[in-house]
């Protein structure tokens, strides 16, 4: 318990320093840090952080079904946009491009919504 409202607490404290809309939240296991995803550093427009599953705490670790998986986070609702898992061979197969269009289309429904309002 203690380590997912560190995560959430995480989330909120660079909502607000970094005003950036979204958090890219990468979890992976130690045993499975060779399959760590080659293209974070690729991805713009969001905050990324990366933790171990090891770390985190049992509600947070039995969601996650297989590592790694990155999670997409909203920072005004707190609630995921989207999700990308590895497959049986622990490797996440998504491209980068992919990735960036689901933020960038995440974030064009934001500002739409909010400059309707």
């Known amino acids: 318990m203690?380590?997912?409202?560190?995560?959430?607490?995480?989330?909120?404290?660079?909502?607000?320093?970094?005003a950036q809309d979204m958090t890219l939240l990468h979890?992976?296991?130690?045993?499975?840090?060779?399959?760590?995803?080659p293209y974070l550093r690729q991805i713009k427009g969001v905050e990324i952080i990366k933790v171990k599953l090891e770390d985190q705490s049992p509600a947070l670790k039995s969601q996650v079904k297989s590592v790694p998986t990155i999670i997409l986070y909203d920072n005004k609702t707190q609630k995921p946009k989207g999700q990308w898992a590895a497959d049986l061979?622990?490797?996440l197969e998504?491209?980068?491009e992919k990735i960036q269009e689901w933020i960038n289309r995440s974030k064009m429904q934001v500002?739409?919504?909010?400059?309707?309002?």
């Open 89 to 91: 061979s622990f490797k």
């Open 111 to 117: 500002t739409r919504r909010s400059s309707t309002n």
């Open 2 to 18: 203690k380590h997912l409202i560190f995560v959430i607490f995480v989330l909120f404290v660079s909502a607000i320093t970094n």
């Open 94 to 96: 998504v491209k980068p």
């Open 27 to 37: 979890i992976n296991s130690d045993w499975n840090s060779d399959n760590d995803y």
